[in-house]
């Protein structure tokens, strides 16, 4: 009985161990973002999305998110408490939704944004990819400061 104890005990003793030493530079991956606008105001910022949905054909997805005085923006209070988290909480696109498609985001999630302001995001990913060059193109004869701007977006756990 106490062989059992003693091989439970060193098993969790090493999994607590090997969870304490997780390189946490792994977790983070460098995308790129093209953008289209920012702004101080949530709302000044959904009218540029909205404005350029229209205008360039280009799906809007806000991904449930709403302005938040606290964290810039937020998932609901209900799918908080379905995912474990504090309310308010924020996934900075670019963890898992890469592509073409316009979002309001808040800068201060990204590594090297200036802070304090609602970004509209055009697309996502790899600037390289022939995908993200022709959006770039066609975004451009439009919107002429659009640019691309590199972040590392935190991938690990939020709970």
């Known amino acids: ?54 205008s360039q054909k280009i799906e809007l997805r806000l991904r449930g998110l709403s302005a938040n005085k606290q964290t810039g923006l937020t998932i609901s209070k209900e799918d908080c408490e379905k995912e474990g988290l504090d309310f308010p909480a924020y996934y900075a696109r670019g963890r898992w939704d890469d592509g073409v498609y316009l979002s309001i985001e808040y800068s201060d999630a990204y590594e090297g944004f200036r802070p304090g302001y609602y970004i509209v995001i ?29 972040s590392k977006v935190y991938i690990g756990c939020m709970h």
Do not use: C, P, W
């Not at 997780?22 to 949530?42: E, G, W």
């Not at 996502?124 to 400061?145: F, H, L, P």
């Open 1 to 54: 009985m106490y062989k059992y104890i003693f091989t439970l005990f060193l098993i969790v003793n090493f999994a607590s161990a090997d969870a304490q030493n997780v390189d946490t530079a792994d977790m983070y991956v460098k995308k790129d973002f093209l953008i289209i606008h920012s702004s101080k105001s949530y709302s000044e910022a959904m009218a540029a999305a909205e404005k350029a949905s229209r």
């Open 122 to 150: 055009a697309a996502s990913g790899d600037r390289a990819e022939k995908e993200m060059q022709s959006t770039y193109k066609k975004i451009r004869t439009v919107y002429k400061t659009a640019y691309f701007k590199s």
